[in-house]
């Protein structure tokens, strides 16, 4: 019987917050408003990478019986005060609630009609 070698413990990545931005299809029970053809949600979700935060974020939203159609990451707090985003409190403040809560969180949702 062959031994297994002792695994190392590798140093944990610390979570970071992610901005996700999701649009979302029709699905019933989703809880848009009638005549709405879909939303985008802004998300801030944590993760140890903005790959892992997708897939949470996803997941989460499924369970929710939404409809996820596309995800865009514009990176965390850091990544967005470099490229000379202007973050207001509020929005600073859920960040951190995400972190805090190894969470989702779901800052705004703007639903999508069509022009007709």
């Known amino acids: 019987m062959a031994q297994s070698k002792p695994k190392t413990a590798k140093p ?3 979570q970071q917050v992610y901005t996700l931005l999701v649009q979302i299809g029709r ?5 848009l408003p009638d005549g709405a053809t879909g939303a985008a949600l802004m998300c801030f979700a944590s993760g140890v990478d903005e790959a892992e935060a997708v897939r949470e974020t996803v997941a ?6 939404t409809a996820p159609l596309d995800v865009t990451g514009y990176g965390t707090l850091d990544e967005r005060l470099a490229e000379g985003h202007e973050i207001e409190g509020e ?12 969470a989702v969180i ?6 999508f009609f069509d022009k007709g």
Do not use: H, S, Y
């Not at 779901?106 to 639903?111: I, K, L, N």
């Open 91 to 102: 929005e600073r403040a859920l960040m951190q609630r995400a972190l805090d809560e190894n």
């Open 12 to 14: 944990k990545k610390p």
């Open 27 to 31: 699905k019933d029970g989703d809880g």
């Open 60 to 65: 989460l939203l499924k369970q929710a019986d």
């Open 106 to 111: 779901v800052a705004q949702v703007t639903p």
